[in-house]
Every structure is written in structure tokens, then in C-alpha cells.
């Protein structure tokens, strides 16, 4: 079967915006074999995620058919499905993901991220393109990149991490440190003796590392500690944005829209009100999204004048073991579904 115009636009669309927004260095974008799929290819990003999809158009009979073809594929971890947004196509995807819920099939529904399209959209109206491909590209940024991607990067991480005062730059030094070392675990003593700072003050630095969710903790209430794939991410974005800014050259679309989903913005003038204040904190210095940026870059520069950080390279240690079984699955939706398998056992 021919496929029309909009299918064709759509199922490019979702390649364009993810091969566009890897320049910001983020993640790596490969293309893939199509296979049976519309479009497919790989996220690099600590490990390979690939990603399937298919696109809906005319034909809604066939929505049962493409759940089937993403969910049952064996190497797929995202599904993108791009739909005309019609009831009676809202009402088939609805009744499939519940057959596949209460099912036995060895799927995992929640791998699935729908981009709904308006139903009158017409390809061969430029017009009409530039807004369903403005609308895709923010959906999917959101959801495919923060959500998955970068490990449900938010606003609220970002400001959390933004609002920490006392020693400028520790908090990012200790977050780089811990992500970089050989050792993947470390203790409040070492860390201390390694910057040349108090054990309390990396406690304080530890907390709020581990509320942004920048961190994770292990070992029965111990202070062992990692980075996360949102706190290496994170890294990574101080790593792009600070080459950026220190070239001079205008920083790019890519890393602004990033920014922007952040609720940041960038605007030189505010770096040195935030230079001055950053042992401070509090709404005008923090939630403002120019003195937010302005913040977080001034805090880039005092770890690395204090510490020595080289943010143009960061090597992340990334051990095997940290994959997740189920990359976007709850952590109690994890242990329900173990105990559902052992019980099976019995």
C-alpha cells in the first residue's frame, strides 16, 4: 500500500528531531535497519536504547497490527507510535494496551509513547507542516529525550540543584567527582579528604544531591553512593553549555530548547549578578529562568577555578550492573511484577 503524504512526513519528523537534538552532545543518534517499522533507530546515552515506530494514518484498522509488531520485537526498549487523533483510533489503542495488560504476552506496555496529530492536518500545506512538526518536536523532546533519555530530567531537579548555597561550585564538584572516579562508591571521609573540605559540608552536598535525584544511595542507610543516568546527564549539560558559553559563540538551538524545557534561559547579563550572590539563595536568584542559567553557569566557573574541573570532557565510570531491568518501569511496579514471577514459582 501507498503511503500517503502525512504518513511519510510524520515517520520523518520523529528521526529529524532526534538525530537534530543529539547535537547538543546529550546522546548519540544512529540510524537503523527500518525492518517491519516505519522508522528506527538507536539512542546512545550510557547504553544503547533502541528505538522502533510506526505511524498511523488512514489506515485505524490496523492499530492492534502496529502495538503488536513494536511491542513483541525482542530488541526494542521505546516504541514511538505517531497517530491521527481520532475516537475511533483512541478507542482501538485504549481496548489493545488493555488486552496486553491483562494478557500473558511477554510485553511491556509501558515502553510505548504516543504523539497524537490534529486529524484535518494536510502535508502538502506548508503551513500546516511547520506547526505539526514545531508540536512533534517539543513532544518528543519532552518525552522520548527528558523523560527516557535523560532519565526524567525536570524543572524541579534543576532548580533544587540551583538553589544550594555556602561554597560556591561544591556541590557540582562532589557530583563530578563521584561520577568520575574508578572507585564507583564513595564515602562522605574521602571525599572530604580528596577536596580538602569538611565532612559535614559533603553530608550537606550529599542531601541535596541525593534529593535532586542526581545520586543514588545504597548499602541499608550507609553513605554509598553513584551517580544516576539524570545526574550524569546533567553533567553533561554544564559540560555543553559551559564550552558554549566560554567560546563565545552564540549557544545553540539545540542546547537552548533543552534549556528551555528546563524552564532556563540563557542571558550573559545575568552571570555577574549571579557570580556575586551564589553563596546565597532564594526565588529572585533561583526561579527567575535567566538567573537560573546566569546561577548555574557561575557555578560552573567556581568549581573549576576552586577544584581545577576540565568541563570541556567528562568521562562518566558506568558500571554494567546499573541498567535497570525494565529501563522506565516504577520501582513498584518492578518489585510487584518479581513477585508475581516467584510466585508463579510455587
Known amino acids: 500500500m501507498t503511503e500517503s503524504a502525512e504518513h511519510q512526513f510524520l515517520s520523518q519528523c520523529v528521526t529529524t528531531t532526534l538525530s537534530r537534538l543529539s547535537a547538543t552532545n546529550l546522546y548519540a543518534y544512529v540510524e537503523a535497519e527500518r525492518r517491519k517499522f516505519d522508522f528506527a533507530c538507536e539512542l546512545l546515552r550510557d547504553w544503547s536504547r533502541p ?68 486529524q484535518d492536518f494536510d502535508a502538502d500545506i506548508e ?49 563530578h567527582a563521584i561520577s568520575t572516579q574508578q572507585k564507583q562508591y564513595s564515602r562522605p571521609r574521602e571525599l572530604a579528604e580528596a577536596l580538602n573540605v569538611s565532612q559535614g ?14 545520586l543514588a544511595q545504597f548499602g541499608g542507610g550507609t553513605t554509598l553512593t553513584r551517580a544516576t543516568p539524570k545526574g550524569r546527564v546533567f553533567l553533561d549539560l554544564c559540560s555543553e553549555l559551559w564550552k558554549q558559553h566560554s567560546s563565545g559563540n552564540r549557544v545553540g538551538d539545540e542546547t537552548l530548547q533543552i534549556l528551555r524545557l528546563l524552564d532556563m534561559r540563557y542571558a550573559p547579563s545575568a552571570i555577574e549578578r549571579s557570580r556575586a550572590s551564589l553563596h546565597l539563595a532564594g526565588p529572585l536568584l533561583t526561579e527567575v529562568p535567566e538567573m537560573a542559567t546566569g546561577r548555574l553557569l557561575a557555578t560552573i566557573e ?25 529501563a522506565w518501569e516504577s520501582l513498584p511496579g518492578q518489585i510487584v511484577r518479581r513477585l508475581r514471577n516467584e510466585s508463579d514459582l510455587y
Not at 97 to 115: E, N, Q, T, Y
Open 51 to 118: 528505538l522502533v515506530g510506526q505511524t498511523l494514518w488512514n489506515h485505524t484498522a490496523g492499530v492492534d497490527k502496529d502495538l503488536r509488531t513494536m511491542l513483541l520485537d525482542p530488541d526494542a526498549e521505546v516504541c514511538a507510535y505517531v497517530a491521527r487523533d481520532t475516537v475511533k483510533a483512541r478507542r482501538l489503542l485504549s481496548e489493545a494496551i488493555k488486552d496486553f495488560r491483562s494478557g500473558a504476552s511477554p510485553v511491556a506496555p509501558h515502553r510505548l509513547r504516543v504523539f497524537w496529530v490534529p
Open 127 to 175: 503551513d500546516q507542516r511547520m506547526v505539526v512538526q514545531e508540536m512533534l518536536h517539543e513532544s518528543i523532546s519532552r518525552d522520548i529525550l527528558m523523560n527516557v533519555v535523560f532519565g526524567n530530567l525536570t524543572r524541579e531537579d534543576a532548580r533544587f540543584f540551583i538553589r544550594t548555597g555556602g561554597l560556591p561550585g561544591l556541590h557540582l564538584t562532589v557530583l
Open 201 to 214: 559540608a559533603i553530608r550537606d552536598r550529599l542531601v541535596r544531591l541525593l534529593g535532586c535525584g542526581f
Open 302 to 326: 567556581a568549581a573549576s577555578e576552586r577544584w581545577g574541573i576540565n568541563f570541556d570532557r567528562i568521562d562518566h565510570i558506568v558500571g554494567e550492573s546499573e541498567k535497570p531491568v525494565e
